[in-house]
């Protein structure tokens, strides 16, 4: 079984990937590592410095993922500085600047990258739906309880790890790396 070092300080991430890791039979603990805030314009690049940077700390593997929202009529604000913008302006503030807005298409992307002995595994993943007018639901973390993405009428505030999981960019993204390593180190799920 191959354990991974997931860099997070955010638990809701840490349940969201642990979920998905265990249909892999990969083991994701929670790690730390120190901070050192990559500045990039794009998520992927900001976690593959970072998850580098966490290998050379910990001298184990290591999972490192960041995402951000993309707002089309913002013309993709907040993006790579969601965390930022979600700590500063937080919800309301979205929403004040979508006031009067028709235009509420957004997509939440994320970026995940892998670092084991001797190889770097990376993927990105999307979903796209649309920012609501009000706050809904209490689950999940972030801008969650103001996207719902295509096909749904509920926020992922709305939904259970297991029903946002089947929808996540951060899911889509996560499953693509762990079928990657699966697939290099023919661990049987």
């Known amino acids: 079984m191959i354990n991974l070092c997931f860099i997070t300080g955010n638990q809701h991430k840490y349940l969201e990937v642990k979920s998905i890791a265990s249909e892999y039979g990969l083991n994701i603990e929670m790690c730390t590592a120190p901070k050192i805030e990559v500045q990039a314009d794009s998520i992927e690049e900001v976690v593959l410095k970072s998850a580098i940077l966490a290998y050379f700390f910990t001298g184990k593997p290591v999972l490192v993922e960041d995402a951000g929202l993309f707002i089309e009529a913002l013309n993709g604000f907040p993006g790579p500085y969601s965390s930022y913008v979600y700590k500063t302006i937080g919800i309301q503030g979205i929403l004040k600047l979508l006031e009067g807005v028709e235009n509420r298409r957004a997509c939440f992307k994320s970026a995940v990258a892998v670092v084991l002995e001797n190889t770097i595994i990376t993927s990105t993943g999307e979903v796209c739906g649309e920012i609501s007018r009000e706050p809904r639901g209490n689950q999940g973390f972030g801008f969650d309880p103001i996207f719902i993405p295509s096909g749904e009428t509920r926020t992922f505030g709305e939904m259970s790890i297991q029903e ?26």
Not at 165 to 185: D, G, L, M, P, Q
Request: hydrophobic share 35%; charged share 35%.
């Open 164 to 189: 946002k999981n089947r929808y996540s960019h951060r899911a889509k993204a996560v499953r693509s790396v762990f079928e990657e390593i699966v697939f290099k180190t023919n661990i049987k799920p």
